[in-house]
């Protein structure tokens, strides 16, 4: 038991390696500097969101059937080759390679981590802290981001290579806790024809689950919208002209308002039930893009402070209500299925960011962006609302 309860803090250790992105915060001026348009860098981010959308549901499978340690052991092995990647880069087609092995990286994480993280609670008795203790997973991966920003930006007034390169001794660390970690007892998925268990339960999810259905469709949406300002932020910290080694501490204080958010959301599940904490931080990420849109200022970062801070308290709070609607024998692939369509959607949208950011003026491309998703949004309201009593509540 004891091992299994070791779980716990080496699946926090795990998430802040995982999340020690050094040249996160001086990623668009690095690529710049390798010759990219910002036209291209929207495009990598494309494909690194494509790989994780092919990749997402079949990982998620493969954490089910395959093992959530094995599944994360190998997610480390792709996270230390991009950094490879990234250090050695020197153009367009290097840095789609990159995206590609990053987007297979995190999609073999994405839901196995929750997965596993539940499963091990479960077998402790202790699976009604899992919001909690997810939402502290959260905070320790972005406090990886913070203090990997932080030295990121400090080393990249040096040299932006060598930025790349410092992330590579994290995810090393990331692979030996990995290797540590002890698989819980859980049902497993036994069928042979995998790829038709798989689609069955794709089909479940999001054509006869219309509780899950809806709480996936406002995560995926929300989730792409807040993505789509991380990578506005460093075109709008040059526009007000912030200087470069800045831009880690910039991005600490991002980190620290995803934490802020996830706080939050903790102390206000205890007040408001959990359907009235789904739409009230929509709407507050709806109308960060309208605040946004019309600053041209210094003061705009704190409406881009608001409106990615959101994700911190709509993560662990729609996991939390999806691992209540599912059995350990489907867990993890109903929550990729949620990230799958969150990617899926950012995919999609980011020939369109990159074609309206170089288009028009940025204030007019974060505008559009914010009118296009206030639409998409509607119509998830209301089938929010043909199951508001089917949703689950912890008050």
């Known amino acids: 038991m004891s091992s299994i309860r070791s779980n716990i803090g080496k699946l926090y250790v795990l998430n802040m390696m995982l999340n020690a992105f050094t040249i996160v915060p001086v990623l668009v001026p690095f690529l710049q500097s390798n010759g990219l348009s910002l036209h291209q860098i929207f495009l990598l981010q494309g494909v690194y969101s494509f790989s994780w959308v092919v990749a997402d549901i079949p990982t998620g499978y493969l954490a089910d059937v395959w093992g959530r340690k094995k599944t994360l052991i190998t997610a480390c092995i792709f996270f230390c080759l991009m950094a490879i990647g990234y250090t050695f880069g020197t153009d367009f087609w290097h840095f789609c390679a990159c995206a590609i092995l990053l987007g297979i990286g995190v999609a073999l994480t994405s839901g196995t981590i929750e997965a596993l993280t539940y499963d091990t609670l479960l077998e402790l008795g202790k699976e009604k802290t899992f919001r909690k203790v997810c939402g502290n997973q959260n905070i320790t991966g972005w406090l990886g981001v913070a203090g990997a920003g932080i030295l990121g930006g400090l080393i990249a007034s040096y040299s932006f290579r060598m930025s790349a390169a410092v992330m590579l001794l994290f995810f090393v660390v990331g692979l030996f806790t990995a290797l540590s970690l002890r698989e819980p007892k859980r049902h497993s998925l036994t069928q042979k024809g995998h790829i038709k268990t798989m689609m069955r339960i794709f089909s479940d999810t999001l054509f006869h689950h219309p509780v899950q259905r809806s709480i996936i469709l406002l995560f995926s949406l929300i989730g792409a919208l807040t993505f789509s300002l991380v990578w506005f932020t460093q075109p709008y910290q040059t526009l007000v002209h912030m200087p470069i080694y800045l831009f880690g501490i910039a991005n600490a204080v991002f980190m620290v308002g995803l934490i802020a958010a996830t706080k939050s959301a903790q102390y206000l599940e205890k007040r408001l039930d959990d359907r009235w904490l789904l739409v009230l931080f929509a709407v507050i990420a709806l109308a960060s893009f309208f605040a946004l849109g019309l600053t041209a200022s210094v ?64 204030n007019e491309a974060i505008l559009i962006t914010g009118i296009a998703g206030t639409i998409l949004a509607l119509p998830i309201f209301l089938l929010l609302r043909s199951v508001w009593h089917e949703l689950p509540v912890r008050v």
């Open 299 to 362: 003061y705009g970062l704190l409406f881009l402070l608001i409106g990615r801070s959101t994700y911190g308290a709509l993560n662990p709070l729609t996991a939390d209500m999806i691992n209540r609607l599912t059995t350990s024998d489907r867990r993890a692939t109903v929550l990729s299925i949620r990230t799958f369509l969150y990617n899926l959607m950012f995919s999609f949208a980011s020939p369109f960011l990159g074609y309206i950011a170089g288009a028009f003026s940025l």
